[in-house]
């Protein structure tokens, strides 16, 4: 699981991302995307693969991607 922030008060941004690979009660495997602002509900997205390999390479891809726009770990 992937829990990174992006925080710039001077452009009135405050946002989390969350990504976690998981199993389904189906044998299949959900990338589970939550994303918004802190105190908000947020989006949630679900993906299902057939394979965890597929899964976790999703899930790599995603975390990539929001590093390079500016996200940290926390």
């Not at 405050?14 to 044998?27: A, E, K, N, T």
């Not at 993906?47 to 929001?66: F, G, P, V």
Request: proline letters at 5%; glycine letters at 6%.
């Amino acid at each position: 699981m992937a829990d990174l922030t992006r925080t710039d008060p001077t452009r009135n941004i405050d946002r989390f991302y969350v990504v976690q690979v998981m199993p389904s009660l189906f044998g299949d495997w959900t990338v589970l995307r939550e994303w918004g602002r802190p105190g908000s509900p947020g989006t949630l997205r679900l993906s299902s693969y057939e394979r965890r390999n597929d899964a976790e390479i999703t899930q790599q891809h995603t975390i990539k991607r929001r590093l390079q726009r500016g996200y940290t770990a926390i």
